[in-house]
């Protein structure tokens, strides 16, 4: 039985499964904690308030370095320590305006910038509303990050096991959506309001455009695996074909995001690539999927051509891809995908149909877009600072 990707109903006998089901999404890390890396910083021995005791100065210090510095906690463990540091941020935020200034000038963080191509150099982010944009950021990236983790458990069970298991994709969009309105949350409460350094001073992850830029990004996978969810389930390839298209919409238009924002020009090449990639990857599902509709109503030449197409920009991926193994391995699984599928549907078109290559391709659909963001609640502290 054929599993996951190339699972699609159609007339031809299926062919043989591959050993493994390809990842459903491409792995972006650059943004995660680490590599987004921050120097360490003592509230508790740089601050001086009578609006706060040295335990409260203290208890954000160690929950600050427990979310970004220690290599001992897990990834779970670190998401739960950047949403406490967060909620605890924001309570001492209010309580910033019974500092004088001198403790205003003493707040200066230092954070490097993947997603500006310096992921070892340190920019220092001043005040509070700029750390609480920080925080937004890295506790959106531990939300994708355990995305990413549940869509790797999805693609090593088959067709059947999945459709027993349904809140494994239902777990993951959500965790992506999440994460895009926490990006979302970040623009329009801190980012947008920051009023120095200059954009080009900042670190990328805090520059005007880029939370929409990473909100999109984090859709675009939610939108994915809605697909990946719509094919266990049995869907039509053309209703498939749809979904991917609409990934592949929002992955184009946090590309375009980049492109006509000149405070985005210093973005990384890596964001770029992964970017294009993700599109290029749902654009190679739509297109296999678009030959399976085609299989579907006995026109095998069509079909043909379909693959080809979806087989020709998967290696043109795997090019671009060169030097992040995870990329190529994600398009040369769909490679053999795409084989094992050309070898029936050709099959099919000679001997059966007796039909030519077609000439043209399918015309994609127009993308249906399934998945928006969540809204963002923060975690209320049970008890205040001060």
Known sequence: MLRGSAAWAYSAPAPAASEQ??????????????????????????????ALTLENLRELTACRAQAYESTTVTADERLSW???????????????????????????????????????????????VAEQAMACVTYAAA???????????????????????????VAAAGLYRR?????????????????????SDRPAELRQGMPSVLAKLAL???????????????????????????????FEEASHQIRSNDDLKQTSESLRKALALSSNHNTVKAWQAMAAQEAAESNLGVACANLQEAQKLAQESCQ???????????????????????????????????QAIAQHLSKLPQGKVLVKSAKFEPLQLQHELG
């Open 220 to 250: 675009g996978q939610a939108q994915a695996v809605t697909a990946h969810r719509a094919q266990v389930k049995g869907a039509s390839p053309a209703v498939l074909a749809s979904l991917y298209c609409g990934a592949i919409d929002l």
């Open 143 to 169: 939300l994708e990050r355990q995305a990413y983790s549940l869509a790797a458990d999805i693609a090593q069970h088959d067709v059947e096991q999945l459709k027993n298991m349904p809140e494994q994709h």
């Open 82 to 128: 950047i949403q406490r540091y967060y909620a605890l941020l924001s309570n001492f935020g209010s309580k910033a305006a019974a500092m004088d200034g001198n403790n205003e000038e003493a707040l200066q963080f230092e954070w490097t910038s993947p997603l500006g191509g310096s992921p070892a150099t340190f920019y220092r982010v001043k005040g509070v």
């Open 21 to 50: 089901e390809p990842p459903i999404c491409l792995t972006f890390r650059d943004h995660w904690t680490p590599p987004l890396n921050t120097k360490s910083f003592s509230f508790n021995k740089i601050l001086r308030s009578d």
């Open 179 to 199: 994460a895009a309105g926490v990006y979302e949350y970040a623009a329009d409460e801190y980012i947008d309001q920051l009023t120095g350094p200059r954009q």
């Open 320 to 354: 671009v891809a060169q030097g992040k193994s995870d990329w190529q391995q994600l398009f040369q699984n769909e490679l053999s995908l795409i084989s094992d599928l050309m070898t029936v549907y050709d099959r099919e078109r000679q001997i059966v149909y007796f």
